[in-house]
């Protein structure tokens, strides 16, 4: 059964600092990977979405990159910004599967 | 494009009763999908459908029900509320089949079961 771990479960930095999300899965039998954003009382808004044969993809500010057989992702932000506070969740598409596997997610605030 | 809409956002029930929380999306996704988001759970899938007339059960079917007769709209029916239903629920769609799409996700419904 694919399990997906998101660390830390809480994140606080001050402005302007580059910061790095961390996402680790156990089956590489993976779609793809896609990263979200949540923000307190609302759904999910895609961020990023890597296919299974890339490695990175990047987004303004963000960068997330896929390791397969590490079973890893990391979503990158470069000078964070306060408006960059919210929940980020990573989800899995799993082969053979019609679903999507999340993350619990990690809760970033960036401190002004 | 509105996306995807979910109504209500916000709905009381009492153990027993029974409702219909609304998904609609105006993009022509084929893939739609219903997720129940719990403190310290995640999100998890209730129930999905690759197109009309097409569903089959996620991993916590148990008490929902759904129906897909139109490419739009993606209901999701609690037969008998009971409290352990009390949750955030979203609906998503996706264009692919197979969901390998950008996933798309409603504000959600925050329904609570006394």
């Known amino acids: 059964k694919q399990e997906v771990t998101q660390i830390p479960a809480a994140l606080s930095v001050p402005e302007g600092e580059n910061l790095v999300l961390n996402c680790s899965f156990t089956d590489s039998a993976i779609y793809n990977l896609q990263w979200f954003r949540q923000d307190p009382g609302k759904g999910l808004t895609s961020l990023l979405l890597i296919q299974s044969s890339q490695r990175e993809q990047t987004s303004g500010r963000l960068n997330a990159s896929l390791d397969k057989s590490s079973g890893r992702s990391t979503l990158y932000i470069a000078a964070s910004q306060p408006g960059d506070s919210a929940t980020y969740l990573c989800?899995?598409?799993?082969?053979?599967?019609?679903?999507?596997?999340f993350g619990k997610g990690t809760k970033l605030t960036v401190n002004p | 494009n509105a996306g995807v809409t979910q109504t209500p956002k916000f709905q009381v029930l009492k153990t027993g009763q029974s409702m219909t929380l609304q998904c609609a999306q105006d993009?022509?996704?084929?893939?739609m999908s219903w997720y129940r988001q719990d403190p310290g759970m995640g999100l998890r899938l209730i129930h999905y459908?690759?197109?009309?007339?097409?569903?089959d059960q996620g991993e916590v079917p148990n008490g929902y029900n759904v129906s897909r007769s139109t490419t739009e709209d993606f209901p999701l029916r609690l037969l008998s509320a009971a409290p352990s239903q009390t949750s955030v629920y979203f609906c998503?769609?996706?264009?692919?089949?197979?969901?390998?799409?950008?996933?798309?996700f409603g504000p959600g419904t925050r329904l609570t079961v006394l």
């Open positions: 459908s690759v197109g009309a007339g097409i569903t």
């Open positions: 993009m022509n996704h084929e893939y």
């Open positions: 998503a769609s996706s264009y692919s089949r197979l969901g390998t799409d950008t996933q798309y």
């Open positions: 989800a899995l598409h799993q082969g053979g599967s019609e679903k999507l596997v």
